[in-house]
């Protein structure tokens, strides 16, 4: 099956169908889809080292109209399309130097249905050494986007303290380049975990990792968070923070 066949079958499951029956005849979810693959392709370049590095940040421009359609259903769709980018690199042998983030943003001279997409190669948040490095080139996050700004904290080797706030319904850690936050840290697997924003709980997910994910000192597999929880990957210690409502 291929990356855009998987990517229709996730497509079927969301909300009974409700999604499929918000676009109708307008804005299809699979146009898209395929146009961020041809994006990719069209802006692929290698690098050094014979690596091919194709870009990590979409802008997809589509309509008002379908831009209130899409409304209740926009965080879930740039998560299926950000999933479809990195099957599809993986397939190809693509590289990219930081997470994989796809979103929407309503254009005045697009009539219904029609839509066009920027990219860019944007890098990554960075944990290395105890310190985290956001790239001034990276795009701001959405501060305050979830209640109480959860974050992460780490605490540095002079003792101070630097955060990552949580921004996005799912976080991706690990060593590989394409995570929201990338530890660079050999005990990490590529794709280590997740932290999931599910309704009013943060949920910290281990993805199958060789080394595991440890929570004050316990291996998970999954686990809610609350504020002061102490979070172990590889050599990496983190303190989830989350403010009182």
Known sequence: MGVLQRFERRLEG?????????????????????????????????????????PNDF?????????????????????ELANLAREYAKEQGFSFVGPVRVRFEPAGDLSTGMFRIRSGVVRGS????????????????????????????????????QSYEIATPVTLLGRGTDCDLRLVDPGVSRHHAEIRVEGPEIVLVDLGSTNGSFVNGQPIRRVSLIDGT?????RTNLVFRRDRE
């Open 14 to 54: 969301m909300v009974e169908g409700a999604f499929a029956r918000a676009f109708k005849a307008e804005l299809q979810p699979v146009e898209v889809a395929s146009a961020v693959q041809r994006e990719m392709d069209e802006r692929a370049a290698i690098v050094a080292q014979g690596r091919t590095l194709v």
């Open 59 to 79: 802008v997809v421009e589509i309509s008002h109209p379908d831009g209130q359609r899409l409304e209740v259903y926009a965080d879930s769709l740039s998560q």
């Open 126 to 161: 960075t944990i290395e050494n105890n310190e985290i490095r956001q790239p001034p080139s990276n795009h701001p996050q959405r501060g305050g986007a979830f209640p109480g700004r959860p974050r992460l904290d780490v605490t540095t080797g002079d003792g101070a303290r």
């Open 230 to 234: 102490r979070i172990t990957i590889g």
